[in-house]
């Protein structure tokens, strides 16, 4: 159903992805798994024609998606998103609809079809209770149920799922999940990116484990998530034992690696702050980002990366509420990097416990050297940042004044 | 009558215009300030319509002021739209960043040229401040034709406008050709507004304060939204020129859009009934 053949992508001189083949048949359930930044997000965008492929290729059903028109992947290929931005006030009906869009011309009416694929969707996931609520008025759980409802009515023959679960309970993760089981018994295929290794495991039918752009593993559940499999990827100490009630495998992170424990937040956007991301994802550090405007060049890195960030809308003055979990994220990040030169971005390092500066110009001096407080490497270049980073967090006095090589 | 039916016909068809155009643009933008001028259709009427008030050369093609305004409109928009393109995707953050540069770079034209406007002074800033004061026929007959039209095919993207409500990509996966319909729904508001823009100046707030006013009583849905925003346009409009002429000394009409309009919207937002698309 999906073939994936020797896929590599690459946005400027990161390789998100490298020689990937993938294949997800009808009646199957794939999980996706892999840390942060591994390129999950990205090979479920190839799938669904947002991005184009370097090399290689991605077909559906035998159709190569970009050869097809979006309408006609549409039909083919639904896509259940992290996180909708629905905040406005459209009843729950009209947007489960919408899941009619690729069967539509421009001047049609809502037909009976639809309307009978939109009702049923609806009362599949258990969302028709309150279908003529506003989308902007139900609960997280629910608006996600909403989005599968969306999914389930444009009648695909392949589902993608991007960490459908992420922000849900317990409760409406397995929802989810069990969704996503009844839609492929109905011989469709699925193809689930997802956190949790040990609910990965109870609900799919196979796994692939990515890590840095590259696949790892694919195979079933036991084989992928062999405990050399787990620790190479992620960085850390597994142990995978038998789940006691559902008998498939449940990895139980035991300790990890110290270097790779640290929390690390970047401030400053652009092509800089971009590199920094990119740099440090690849190195494996938890990442967090921002304030970064929409449309910024780091909040794209960020996302290719599966980053948490902090955004705000372009023009619109920083919220307080996201001024307020910046500085929560700075404060409580193990090492700060300051990759912008304006005075927000200076004041919030001030929270800082450790800081690495980042500068790419050779040479240039620090803007108003605002942070004397708080002991500084420095770095002119990004191919140093990882190290000095790691630098800092050992806690070594040594300052680094690295020349730039450019 | 033959004074004012084609006035309050003109105020209509304007109204109409700018509140359709307001409403495609909030919509496309997904940002509730975004307003028919946001990127530069109204500053490039203005620029067309001042140059060729006080420059002293010929314009090509014996365009008149309205046809100087239409085409500094469509010209700007289009350069703003070329400046936010690259590789052929138009990210709304880019369009908007530049439709504000190229908005203060014609201001500063249009400021050089009102330092020489001399004897034109007057006639600029009237035109500027937008008026329906020498409506005749004939501006109603270039400019309904085009609204109508313009407006017949917005009413068969509303659909993709409400599809583009849950962001580029999820509209992507539900079928929708995003560059393309950006593209389509940005020429085809800049027409609009610029047909409105060239025959009566830059009014004001209509654009603004009309979508999110009838947002507020038929909801967020463009179906239904676009052509009631249009016709609500057309109404106010009409009555804010009615107000204008009524008093002793007649005013132009978009400073009573925007001085009734404003303290409006400003209630809307105190009341919190205004606050998001």
């Not at chain 1, 390789?15 to 942060?36: W, Y």
């Not at chain 1, 295929?189 to 609900?203: N, T, V």
């Not at chain 2, 050709?177 to 020429?187: D, T």
């Amino acid at each position: 159903m999906i073939d994936v053949e020797e896929l590599s992508i690459a946005f400027g001189d990161v390789q998100a992805l490298s020689d990937v083949n993938l294949t997800v048949e009808r009646g199957e359930l794939v999980g996706l798994v892999g840390p942060n930044g591994a390129g999950k997000s990205t090979l479920l965008g190839t799938i669904n024609g947002l991005l184009e492929p370097t090399a290689g290729r991605v077909t559906v059903d035998g159709d190569d998606v970009t050869e097809l028109s979006a309408r006609a992947l549409a039909r083919q290929v639904a896509t259940v998103p992290q996180e909708t931005s629905l905040s406005f006030a459209f009843p729950v009906r009209d947007v489960v609809a919408m899941g009619r869009t690729p069967y539509r011309s421009r001047f049609e009416r809502v037909s009976r079809t639809d309307r009978e694929h939109a009702d049923r969707a609806m009362k599949r996931t258990d969302v028709a209770r309150f279908a003529d609520r506003s989308i902007d008025a139900v609960s997280g759980g629910e608006r996600q149920r909403v989005v599968v409802a969306r999914a389930l009515c444009q009648d695909p023959d392949a589902l993608l799922l991007d960490e459908p679960t992420a922000s849900l309970d317990i409760d409406h993760q397995v929802r989810i999940l069990s969704l996503a089981r009844e839609f492929v018994a109905e011989g469709r295929a699925a193809l689930c990116a997802i956190h949790d290794l040990s609910l990965a495991a109870r609900f799919c039918d196979r796994l692939v484990l990515v890590a840095d752009g590259q696949l790892l593993a694919a195979g079933t559940p036991e084989s992928v998530l062999a405990e050399e499999h787990v620790e190479h990827a992620f960085g850390t100490e597994a142990t995978v034992t038998s789940h006691p009630v559902t008998g498939t495998p449940d990895v139980t992170v035991t300790e990890r690696q110290s270097d790779r424990d640290a929390h690390v937040h970047v401030l400053g956007g652009g092509h800089t702050a971009a590199r920094a991301i990119a740099a440090l994802a690849t190195a494996g550090f938890s990442i967090s980002a921002g304030v970064l405007p929409d449309g910024d060049r780091a909040l794209d890195a960020a996302r290719a990366h599966d980053i948490e960030t902090v955004t705000a809308a372009p023009f619109a003055p920083v919220s307080r509420a996201a001024r307020q979990e910046v500085t929560e994220s700075v404060r409580t990040a193990d090492c700060v990097v300051l990759a912008g030169t304006d005075e927000t971005n200076h004041a919030l390092a001030e929270h800082a416990r450790r800081l690495v500066v980042v500068r790419e110009v050779a040479g240039e001096a620090i803007a108003g050297e605002r942070t004397t407080d708080i002991e500084t490497a420095r770095v002119t270049d990004i191919g140093e940042l990882v190290a000095g980073v790691e630098a800092r967090l050992d806690g070594e006095p040594r300052r680094l004044e690295t020349p730039a090589d450019d | 009558m033959d004074l004012r039916l084609p006035r309050i016909t003109l105020a209509a068809v304007v109204g109409f215009a700018l509140g359709a155009s307001g409403t495609v643009m909030q919509g496309f933008f997904r940002n509730p300030m975004a307003d028919p001028s946001i990127i530069g259709v109204s500053t490039g009427a203005a620029t067309g319509a001042v140059a060729w008030i006080v420059l002293p050369i010929a314009t090509p093609f014996a365009l008149g002021l309205q046809g100087a305004a239409f085409a500094g409109a469509l010209i700007a928009a289009f350069g703003v739209y070329l400046i936010a393109t690259e590789g052929g995707r138009t990210p709304v953050a880019t369009l908007l960043l530049a439709g504000v540069a190229v908005q203060t770079f014609l201001g500063a034209i249009i400021s050089y040229l009102l330092i020489n406007a001399g004897e034109s002074l007057e006639r600029v800033t009237y035109w500027l401040m937008g008026h329906l004061h020498n409506a005749g026929w004939d501006d109603v007959m270039t400019t309904l034709p085009v609204a109508l039209v313009v407006f017949a095919v917005l009413v068969a993207y509303t659909r993709d406008l409400n599809v583009l409500l849950l962001g580029e990509n999820e509209a992507h996966s539900l079928g929708i050709e995003v560059e393309r319909s950006k593209r389509i729904l940005l020429a085809l508001s800049s027409v609009l507004t610029a047909g409105a823009v060239a025959v009566s100046g830059v009014i004001g707030f209509v654009g603004l304060v009309v979508p999110h006013v009838m947002r507020l009583l038929v909801g967020p849905d463009h179906r239904i939204l676009l052509p009631t925003s249009a016709l609500a346009g057309s109404v106010f409009l009409v009555a804010a020129d009615t107000l204008a002429r009524s008093g002793p000394a007649e005013l132009p009409v978009g400073i009573v859009t925007a001085a009734v309009g404003a303290p409006f919207f400003l209630y809307l937002l105190r009341r919190r009934e205004v606050h998001a698309l």
